[in-house]
């Protein structure tokens, strides 16, 4: 089932017309881990100590603003050290931000959900893209063409990521459930390398790791961009509470990054093409085709609708006790102050 994507032309100049209106106004409307604890590791207030903060080749925004150095530049004058950390996948941001290994970090909308509503004190604060990142995928000549040919064979997938969760609902509208399949719980390389190697029959993708292996002739053989959900930049609810200031700054060069990528598509690809090891013609086809970057950064009704239409799901395989709990993560997630607020002229260039 292929979806009707916005084609990189469009998505150029729409995204230019945006940077423009920003640039006027200055306001808009997934591995590794710290040492020690990112909040425990600030000096106190807004100025001094360490901001930790996660990159993901998931997330082309943070890889710029991490090649520009923008953050560094901004916060310097506040004596806050900057400390990147590599997020391999939504689940392991998630396991960061609840240890207090970093301050902020990248998921997809599901992942946040699923992790408040276990508890994690987070809060989404900006909206990084709507991407197409998640697909079906098999190997040529697998006899594998539709979700039903699913029944009984063995699948790759990241539990606790949009990934296993499009896994879910591709199952669920095929009339299966997870228990017709055999789920192979592998990080999102992982899973992409067992598909090659014939250890599983199917994968459920991440891009860019996805794009990657299309490429290199693996078959996207299910697609549908209603089950992917948005990509959530989420900060642990202290930090939002103790460094407001670092914070807003964070959400500024989202902004910047934001208008930044619009205005110069092929670089950008060329800077996830470096980060994740990619060609260069895989890193433009996610870039331009399937991250649009170009959405409305403040956490809000479109996300919630998305989040209430999943959580039920979470529900159904016991990965959250109870409806409640789901409600109430719904109704406290997403944080849109920041984003009301962003000045992205406020950071400058390094």
């Excluded at 998505?11 to 940077?19: C, G, H, K, R």
């Excluded at 390389?189 to 014939?198: H, I, K, Y």
């Excluded at 649009?292 to 959580?311: D, M």
């Excluded at 109704?331 to 390094?350: N, Q, R, T, W």
Aim: hydrophobic fraction near 45%.
């Amino acid at each position: 089932m292929a979806p009707t994507r916005t084609t990189s032309r469009r998505f150029v100049l729409t995204a230019v017309a945006a940077s423009a209106a920003l640039a006027l106004t200055g306001c808009v409307a997934g591995e590794g881990s710290g040492s020690q604890p990112a909040a425990a590791a600030a000096a106190g207030g807004n100025g001094g100590g360490t901001l930790t903060i996660d990159f993901a080749t998931y997330n082309p925004l943070s890889l710029v603003i991490k090649k520009k150095g923008w953050l560094e530049a901004a916060l310097k004058d506040q004596g806050v050290t900057v400390k990147w950390v590599q997020s391999a996948g939504s689940n392991k941001a998630n396991e960061a931000l609840r240890s207090g290994a970093v301050d902020v970090g990248s998921t997809a909308g599901s992942a946040a959900l699923l992790a408040k509503a276990n508890g994690s004190p987070i809060r989404t604060i900006d909206i990084f893209s709507q991407p197409e990142w998640a697909a079906l995928v098999t190997k040529p000549g697998s006899g594998i063409s539709t979700v039903a040919d699913l029944k009984g064979k063995s699948v790759a997938a990241t539990k606790g990521t949009d990934p296993y969760f499009f896994l879910l609902q591709a199952l669920s509208e095929a009339g299966l459930s997870a228990k017709d399949v055999i789920v192979q719980n592998l990080q999102h390389a992982d899973g992409r390398t067992a598909l090659e190697n014939g250890s599983v029959d199917a994968w459920s993708g991440l891009d860019p790791i996805m794009a990657g292996a299309e490429q290199k002739g693996a078959k996207l053989f299910y697609r549908n961009l209603s089950f992917n959900t948005y990509g959530f930049l989420n900060a642990t609810e202290s930090f939002l509470k103790d460094r407001p200031q670092q914070a807003q700054t964070v959400v500024n060069a989202y902004e910047k990054a934001r208008a930044w990528a619009a205005a110069n598509p092929d670089e950008t690809a060329q800077i996830l093409a470096e980060a994740a090891s990619l060609d260069l013609a895989v890193a433009k086809t996610v870039v331009l085709q399937r991250s649009n970057l170009n959405v409305n950064p403040a956490p809000g009704e479109a996300q919630r609708k998305v989040l209430a239409k999943i959580g039920p799901t979470f529900v159904e395989t016991g990965d959250v006790a109870s409806q409640k709990q789901i409600d109430d993560a719904v109704g406290s997630l997403l944080d849109d102050s920041l984003v009301k607020k962003a000045d992205a002229s406020a950071i400058k260039d390094s």
